[in-house]
């Protein structure tokens, strides 16, 4: 079996083209580097994301936060369910880690903009 898949790690967007046995990637083709294979592999056998999302203040103040690395595709949705029940207190600095170990997959949530005290 065959898979078409464009490399989103760079603005070049290379169209991949994926062989595969069952799950397996047997070969990529199309890439022009290798990160392109190496996203083909991870996408096709374990793909992850970045989550992106806010939290608030108790006073209704969002704050912008992201994992500080790609979590599993399957753990989004509790990523996101708990970093919405979380509730942090200004100020809050870039990096800041809001979360340390979300949803157990032991990746922090960082503050994605400084927000100083109101
Ligand atoms: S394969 Fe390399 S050059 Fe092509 S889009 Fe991916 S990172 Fe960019």
Do not use: A, H
């Given at each position: 079996m065959t898979k078409e898949l464009i490399c989103i790690?760079?603005?070049?967007?290379c169209r991949m083209t994926i062989e595969l046995d069952g799950e397996k990637v047997v070969s990529v083709t199309?890439?022009?580097?290798?990160r392109g294979s190496a996203y083909a592999v991870t996408e096709l056998t374990a793909p992850v994301r970045m989550v992106t999302t806010t939290v608030r203040t108790a006073d209704g103040v969002s704050i912008p936060v992201k994992t500080k690395e790609p979590v599993p595709k399957e753990r989004i949705f509790d990523c996101v369910s708990e970093i919405k029940k979380a509730e942090v207190t200004l100020p809050v600095r870039v990096?800041?880690?809001?979360?340390?170990n979300v949803a157990s997959t032991g990746i922090p949530v960082v503050a994605a903009k400084t927000v100083p005290c109101r």
């Open positions: 790690c760079c603005p070049m967007g199309g890439n022009t580097c290798k990096g800041d880690v809001i979360i340390e």
